[in-house]
């Protein structure tokens, strides 16, 4: 018996799925490792169209974002204990973090790259959250509430970071 979707309900478990193990993605992100560590060139035509693939992700993650917002009403957007919880990690934990690695393993490390990985570090959501959470069958207005949220906080958080790092 297994409960792991969003509404709770329970199956009689399953035959083993490989195309979960291995999800798209992450079969492109290691064929991509093998062309680049074993320098395969990419041809023009090839490169031009993961480009224009790549270029088109976050605008179209950024309409389905709007569609899910337009369908569940901005008065959706919330700030319950969830979501400050995930943002406080977005924002605080995320830098803090970063700055402990970098202390660990980066120590002459230039100020400008310093600045940019902490900064980095507390980046918005991913725009993507949304369609991994419903492709995941998660909590699609959750997600859809925390991006919206971090995107917006971000216009205060970045100066507040920079500042702190001086």
């Known amino acids: 018996m297994t409960s792991d979707s969003k509404t709770g309900s329970s199956s009689k478990a399953a035959k083993f799925n490989w195309r979960n193990l291995l999800p798209a993605p992450l079969v492109g992100f290691l064929v991509a490792l093998v062309f680049l560590f074993l320098r395969i060139p990419l041809p023009a035509f090839a490169s031009s169209t993961l ?3 790549g270029n088109i992700v976050t605008p179209l993650s950024l309409i389905y974002i709007g569609i899910v917002l337009a369908k569940a009403g901005l008065n959706t957007i919330t700030l319950d204990k969830d979501t400050i919880i995930t943002l406080i990690g ?3 934990l995320g ?4 700055v402990g690695i970098l202390f660990l393993i980066a120590k002459g490390m230039n100020v400008v790259e310093y600045k940019t990985f902490v900064v980095q570090s507390a980046a ?3 725009a993507v959250l949304p369609i991994l959470a419903s492709q995941g069958d998660g909590d699609v207005e959750f997600s859809t509430n925390v991006v919206t949220l971090s995107t917006i906080l971000f216009v205060v958080v970045v100066p507040i970071v920079v500042t702190l790092l001086g």
């Open 51 to 53: 480009t224009y693939i």
């Open 90 to 92: 977005r924002f605080v």
């Open 95 to 98: 830098p803090v973090v970063m």
């Open 124 to 126: 918005p959501a991913l």
